[in-house]
């Protein structure tokens, strides 16, 4: 079965930290471009950070210096590392896999919500 489930989410103050988590079952994980999206209420979903099967990463301007988006191939885990979590940053964030030739695969989802 495909799927990606996010964990790791929650709430927190501002200036605190958050890992989120991200596990793949039924893909090709070490062969998958992996990513983070987010989504605050009314807003579109944005691309936050994503990392090749090489390791090579890309993140969005706003969250530069903060956050840092890692995998283990070995556990085909994903990991989005978020430091001083600013109140912008509130938004379900959700896991996504880009495969070679195949469909994307999207995870459900995990509330992250930043209090000032």
């Known amino acids: 079965q495909v799927q990606l489930v996010e964990s790791g989410g929650g709430l927190v103050q501002a200036g605190e930290s958050l890992r989120l988590s991200c596990a793949a079952s039924?893909?090709?994980?070490?062969?998958?471009?992996m990513g983070w999206y987010r989504q605050a209420p009314g807003k579109q979903r944005e691309l936050v950070a994503t990392?090749?099967?090489?390791?090579?990463?890309n993140y969005v301007d706003s969250v530069k210096g903060r956050f840092t988006i890692s995998r283990d191939n070995a556990k085909r885990t994903v990991y989005l590392q978020m430091n001083s979590l600013e109140p912008e940053d509130t938004a379900v964030y959700y896991c996504y896999a880009r495969r070679p030739l195949l469909s994307d695969v999207w995870g459900q989802g995990t509330q992250v919500t930043v209090s000032s």
């Open positions: 039924g893909i090709i994980f070490s062969g998958s471009v």
């Open positions: 990392i090749s099967s090489g390791g090579n990463t």
